[in-house]
């Protein structure tokens, strides 16, 4: 009795499955597709996004003023050492010499009104405020907008990718969980049809090919340049240890590659103490900090952190505890804490990195390939490094 | 009236079995009127690609609660196999590869097991040390770094394991299926797979009965090894990539589904069928919230209320049980009858 | 029959070197001396430097502070053998965002508040573990997730400042002082909370009656309720203690971090079971100490310690950590069983 029940009704699901196969195959498109009348309007609100400011009253949509300088690409970057700034360039430059492959025409109509899915990387205060700034650009602009988000989850982001897919929009915004897999990604939502820009994170050097541009901060440059900052302020000698990112992502490698191969040629003579990733937990960070104390003494002059809040807080505090305030520590911007702690004298500067502006940048990014603009492979945010002296004009916090 | 209620109590341990279905069904109903874009052959396939993974490692994970164990490192395991299996492929193919990811699987079952077993260590401690013994491995071996395959060949693969058969069948969910029927006819049918209820529910009667506990106990740890780095190594391959994390949010999603399928923390009671049928039911939810525009907090919520609520009924269905215990119906009725 | 005959059929005496008595005596805090003469060891033959000062001894006692708090709540968990209370994360986390929203009206209201919410979430617990006996581990489970469900609604995942929202600069800085207080400029707060914790506690475990009757709960639940422990209660009150510690610990997070956000205290569940279960308390309830978990909670750090000192990178630390957790466990296990003291 039960067991031909169950079967029974095992069946029963499994026709109502198969039911799905003829009920509604396909999806709804994206919303009919806007008359050419639409361009002048939808190029009229540029100025209007222009205007737009973040929480923190910056302007919310910045484009890096000059383009970066692009060094040649060395012939086989892997062979060099890793202290070699040309050996990080597949990476640093990802998508500088890309082969778009397949990539669909602009429909050249204008903005207004067209469905655009956002998928992010996980769940976080900074996400939130990111996701923020797109949808004020996102509302000028009349568009159908989401955003999901995959809580970390490389299954669960592949997933949303099939549903997006799904869903027909006339544009993807993604920032790949992970560097490796976005090749797959990107080839999977190119083979769909559906325009993609991708954001925030760099994705590895393959994965250009698929996508029409990326945006987002030039993390790399950045520290470039802050890693001057830091050994001019240690004149050029010392030791340095750096608190390093999660690892396998591009601010990993961003963060200290980045500036520990560009000292490698700018200022020779500081030496690499130690790296270490604690995550991005104050008490850890303080006591690796610490330790390092312990261990190298007074030959520790200088302190990279790949984060400004929970990590900057650790070390200040195993700094302060230890009487060593005379550190020299800089970090990726820009959070709260990080922010009062350049105030306060104890972070020396740190990055700027909007989140509002790099969710804004990517949608008027995909807003200016609606208008039939072209557009160069790689948009970066504009560099900036806080220091006490222009730390004010960046509150209210964005997050 | 005494009749009557015997009666009812058989429907209730009969509804106890079939929550799960009535659960699924609910859910597939309220999802297909309810979230746009849901009930359509490319999502329905999409969820049955997202379930393959966990429910492969749910198969493993459910025998482990059967003989009365946990396994916390199942999530370490499958990013340990898909690491293998991708970071040997260039140097020996996937031929070989694969299968050196899968024992390796079943040798880390098998440490724990015989931790478990043998030098007597609760299980939580083994696999909590196993869990991050084994990450720590996982990082030091990759030097942080992702594994990604992209050559052609490792492209073909991937996209062969994810084309559409026919809707909500790929290769991989055939593999998933054919392991979960498997196991499911395995535990059920043969005396082998019945004898592991034995030593979860009652080692004494095991004992008597001859059958060794400690066996039971490291082949289902080893079980649980091999099915975790089936269900790593196959994600991996369709992913042509294996990221350092893969694994980590599995322990929680098998383990509650797991729970809610019916199968019991104290050992001796459960399926794999309706652990499968559990993960469909939650995969489906989450899509399904996704869908419907709510934010992951709403998912993180339910899947709390959920767990809540399964454990709840469980604990009140204990309960009743416990009221029943020592009662003799032959002498209540003579009583009855008498007054 | 003579004495001497007696003692040689005797089967049930157990033999015992010297050197084994003095392991199990010594428990846990041999082990903590092995490693101290480890340091001691290195720090000879010149691999590390600075090991055997104070400043150093310190830092480690400094570094597992808030990991010790919350482990010494939860330890009454795991000797009323019921495992381990994973609602902590985000107990710590509620407690401490609540704290932070309610600044605005004062200092001592943020922590009342804090500390009601945190008692509110340990009866919840109490209620359905002790009273309807659902299996503690998967229930504060599902009450976590509620909870960062409820965080993240709530807040609609956004953190929140201490700075930003208190009433007053004074208030501000009595919050952010709960973690950075020092006393002589070298003890901090946190660790001056832990030595209270430590002794009050110690004593609530083995010279009290409640801590009596909390160990026979955990050794034998049957004959704790049939001998006329009220079982309910005691269980129940080991997950109000719990929650009390997280919020302790929730505070002294939120006050680090200098922002309340629903991810503060993410990991110290695992992070406390293996210092309990290090310091000798096993899962199945009714043995151990305090003063083990404090042992416990220092190995941690003396591992740590080293391990940064001798310059190993970050992931080997984990994969080291895991081995010496099993195996430290597993010798414990074992000198149970060599001595005749039933399963573990």
């Known amino acids: 009795m039960k067991k031909t029940f169950s079967l029974l009704f095992v069946l029963v699901l499994a026709l109502a499955f198969t039911g799905a196969v003829f009920a509604n195959g396909g999806s709804e498109g994206s919303a009919e597709s806007a008359d050419s009348g639409n361009l002048e309007a939808s190029l009229a609100l540029d100025s209007a996004v222009a205007a737009l400011t973040a929480a923190d009253g910056q302007p919310l949509i910045k484009v890096s003023g000059t383009s970066r300088v692009v060094p040649a690409r060395p012939a086989d970057p892997e062979a060099l050492s890793e202290d070699d700034p040309l050996h990080w360039w597949d990476m640093e430059f990802a998508g500088e010499n890309s082969v778009k492959k397949n990539i669909p025409e602009s429909p050249k109509d204008g903005a207004i009104g067209k469905k655009v899915i956002m998928i992010v990387h996980g769940d976080h205060p900074w996400t939130t405020a990111c996701i923020n700034g797109a949808t004020k650009v996102a509302d000028v602009y009349d568009m159908d907008f989401k955003a999901l988000s995959p809580n970390w989850d490389l299954a669960v982001q592949n997933q949303m990718i099939d549903q997006a897919i799904n869903e027909h929009p006339d544009l993807l915004l993604l920032i790949p969980l992970d560097a490796k897999t976005a090749p797959q990604q990107a080839r999977k939502i190119n083979q769909a049809g559906v325009p993609l820009i991708m954001f925030n994170t760099l994705p590895e050097a393959a994965a250009m090919d698929y996508c029409i541009a990326w945006t987002g901060p030039d993390d790399f440059g950045q520290f470039r340049k802050l890693s001057h900052l830091w050994a001019d302020k240690l004149g050029k000698t010392g030791g340095v240890a750096y608190v390093q990112h999660a690892p396998g992502g591009s601010p990993y490698f961003a963060r200290y590659w980045g500036p520990r191969s560009e000292l490698a040629v700018y200022a020779p003579d500081i030496k690499v103490l130690d790296a270490q990733a604690p995550g991005f937990e104050a008490d850890k960070t303080q006591q690796l900090v610490s330790d390092w104390l312990t261990r190298f003494g007074d030959e520790l002059t200088g302190i990279c ?85 222009d730390v004010e004009d960046f509150y209210p916090p964005q997050w | 009236m005494m009749l009557n209620k015997l009666n009812r109590n058989e429907i209730l341990s009969m509804g ?19 979230a ?50 991708l970071g040997l492929k260039g140097a020996v193919g996937y031929g070989l590869s694969v299968p050196l990811a899968i024992v390796a699987g079943g040798l880390i079952g098998l440490i724990n097991g015989v931790l478990v077993a043998k030098v007597k260590i609760n299980s939580f401690i083994v696999t909590l040390g196993m869990l991050t013994a084994l990450q720590g491995a996982i990082y030091t071996i990759t030097g942080g770094n992702t594994i990604a395959v992209t050559d052609h060949q490792a492209f073909a693969i991937s996209d062969w394991l994810q084309h559409q058969i026919i809707p909500m069948v790929t290769p991989r969910v055939i593999i998933t299926l054919v392991l979960v029927i498997g196991s499911s006819v395995f535990l059920r049918k043969t005396r082998i797979g019945r004898n592991f209820f034995m030593v979860g529910g009652n080692s004494q009667t095991a004992w008597l009965a001859g059958v060794d506990s400690d066996s039971y106990t490291i082949v289902a740890f080893v079980i649980s090894g091999v099915m975790a780095a089936i269900g790593g190594i196959l994600f991996a391959m369709e992913s042509a990539a294996a990221t350092l994390n893969l694994g980590t949010n599995s322990l929680m999603y098998v383990l509650s589904a797991t729970i809610i399928g019916g199968t019991s923390m104290a050992g001796g009671k459960g399926g794999v069928f309706r652990s499968f049928i559990a993960i469909v039911t939650l995969t489906m939810l989450y899509n399904g919230i996704v869908l419907l525009g709510l934010g992951n907090e709403v998912q993180i919520f339910i899947s709390g209320i959920i767990l809540a609520s399964v454990i709840l009924y469980e604990a009140y269905v204990e309960f009743k049980h416990e009221k029943l215990v020592g009662q003799r119906p032959e002498l209540l009725k003579e009583l009855e009858a008498a007054q | 029959m003579s004495d001497e005959l007696v003692k040689k059929t005797d089967t049930r005496s157990v033999t015992q070197n010297k050197f084994k008595r003095i392991v199990n005596v010594a428990g846990i805090y041999g082990v903590v001396v092995l490693f101290v003469i480890l340091g001691v060891v290195l720090q000879a033959l010149g691999i590390i430097n600075n090991f055997l000062t104070a400043t150093n001894m310190l830092n480690i006692v400094d570094a597992v502070s808030m990991l010790g708090i919350v482990a010494l709540g939860m330890a009454f968990i795991t000797y009323s053998g019921h495992f381990a209370d994973l609602s902590v994360p985000t107990t710590m986390a509620l407690t401490g965002i609540v704290a932070v929203q309610m600044l605005q009206f004062g200092f001592f209201v943020a922590i009342l508040s804090a500390v009601i919410v945190g008692i509110v979430i340990g009866l919840i617990n109490a209620f359905a573990i002790g009273k309807l006996k659902v299996n503690p581990i998967i229930w504060t489970l599902a009450l976590n997730y509620m909870t960062l469900g409820v965080i993240r609604v709530v807040w609609a995942n956004k953190q929140i400042y201490p700075d930003m929202i208190s009433s007053s600069e004074h208030a501000t800085k009595l919050f952010d002082n709960i973690y950075r207080l020092r006393f002589f400029n070298k003890i901090a707060l946190p660790m001056i909370m832990l030595l209270i914790l430590v002794v009050f506690f110690h004593f609530l475990m083995s010279k009290t009656r409640y801590g009596i009757q909390l160990k026979m709960t955990g050794a034998a639940l049957k004959a704790a309720k049939f001998s006329g422990i009220n079982v309910e209660w005691m269980i129940g009150s080991a997950f109000v203690l719990s929650a ?12 680090l971090s200098r922002v309340g956000a629903w991810y503060n205290g993410a990991g110290y569940d695992f992070k406390a079971v293996t210092a309990i279960v290090i310091g000798g308390m096993t899962l199945a309830g009714g043995r151990g100490s305090i003063i083990g978990v404090l042992g416990g909670v220092l190995i941690i750090g003396l591992m740590n310690n080293l391990m940064t000192l001798l310059g190993v990178g970050t992931f080997s630390q984990d994969m080291i950590r895991g081995i010496i957790f099993i195996v430290v466990v597993g010798l414990n296990a074992k000198s149970l069983r060599s001595m005749g003291r039933d399963d573990a």
Do not use: C
């Open chain 2, 16 to 34: 106890d079995k079939f929550r799960i279905y009535v659960l699924l069904v609910v859910v597939f109903i309220t999802m297909t009127i309810f």
């Open chain 2, 36 to 85: 746009p874009h849901f009930f359509n052959a490319w999502n329905l396939t999409s969820i049955m690609k997202t379930v393959s993974m966990n429910a492969t490692v749910a198969i493993g994970f459910t025998i482990i609660l059967i003989v009365g164990q946990l396994d916390l490192s199942v999530g370490t395991i499958i990013t340990f196999a898909a690491v293998i299996g």
């Open chain 1, 305 to 389: 952190a790949a984060d400004d809040s929970a990590q900057a807080l650790g070390i200040t505090e195993a700094l302060k505890k230890a009487g060593r305030e005379d550190v020299v520590v800089i970090a990726a911007g820009n959070s709260k804490q990080g922010m009062d702690l350049v105030k306060e004298g104890k972070l020396f500067a740190i990055t700027y990195q909007t989140a509002e502006g790099d969710g804004a940048l990517a949608v008027k990014t995909a807003a200016d390939w609606f208008n039939g603009v072209d557009l160069p492979p790689v948009r970066n945010l504009p560099q900036h490094m806080i220091t006490a002296d």
């Open chain 3, 244 to 255: 009390l510690t997280a919020t302790l610990g929730g505070l002294t997070v939120t006050s």
